[in-house]
T-cell receptor, first 117, second 110 residues
Framework: DTAVSQTPKYLVTQMGNDKSIKCEQN?????MYWYKQDSKKFLKIMFS???????INETVPNRFSPKSPDKAHLNLHINSLELGDSAVYFC????????????????FGEGSRLTVL | KNQVEQSPQSLIILEGKNCTLQ??????????LRWYKQDTGRGPVSLTI?????NTKSNGRYTATLDADTKQSSLHITASQLSDSASYIC?????????FGRGTSLIVHP
């Protein structure tokens, strides 16, 4: 009955490989996000989808491609992995994107630790 | 540029003691401010939310304050426990766009 689940939890791979991280939420939320947490624990937003529509796309290399097949899923595919991609990636969801002017509470997954060798 | 600054960066206290974490922000216009707790190896979890008109909110031993005029918030932890060891992140939102602070790492020693 996990609210936001992401897989895999750990991912170790070589430079140049392509990998994907999957995320699913069972909260019925409309908005999903991908965040990157660096070694200094700073959380930085990468993408946000609302009802399968991309609404936030921060300055992220185009090697990163999010895909939302439905509003309960937001997957992250990374091509040609680089050393600097090593981080913990968090998926999150919220009830809405603040159409009423109030940002909703973010519900985070447990994180996926990516290590690029 | 919207920014959220937290202090101290890290803090070590003894079990049972109180502590206060600070958050200063320049986010405008202001929508709400949340404090999140992130345990090691876990995702952040919301502790409190405060809107413009609120100046204090409690959640058990956690009490958050907000001064919207000076754009400052604090999180006070009373009678700390070992389980309070975590990173505490201040998140200030402008409409639906949240701006994250870098967090305060709290270690509670027995």
């Amino acid at each position: 009955d996990t609210a936001v689940s992401q897989t895999p939890k750990y991912l170790v791979t070589q430079m140049g490989n392509d990998k994907s991280i999957k995320c699913e939420q069972n909260l019925g939320h409309d908005t999903m996000y991908w965040y990157k947490q660096d070694s200094k624990k700073f959380l930085k937003i990468m993408f946000s989808y609302n009802n399968k529509e991309l609404i936030i796309n921060e300055t992220v290399p185009n090697r990163f491609s999010p895909k939302s097949p439905d509003k309960a899923h937001l997957n992250l595919h990374i091509n040609s992995l680089e050393l600097g991609d090593s981080a913990v990636y968090f998926c999150a969801s919220s009830q809405d994107r603040g159409l009423a002017g109030v940002a909703g509470e973010l519900f985070f997954g447990e994180g996926s630790r990516l290590t690029v060798l | 540029k919207n920014q959220v600054e937290q202090s101290p960066q890290s803090l070590i206290i003894l079990e049972g003691k109180n502590c206060t974490l600070q958050c200063n922000y320049t986010v405008s216009p202001f929508s709400n401010l949340r404090w999140y707790k992130q345990d090691t190896g876990r995702g952040p979890v919301s502790l409190t939310i405060m809107t413009f008109s609120e100046n204090t909110k409690s959640n058990g031993r956690y009490t958050a304050t907000l001064d919207a005029d000076t754009k400052q918030s604090s999180l006070h932890i009373t009678a700390s426990q070992l389980s309070d060891s975590a990173s505490y992140i201040c998140v200030v939102s402008q409409s639906y766009i949240p701006t994250f602070g870098r967090g305060t790492s709290l270690i509670v020693h027995p």
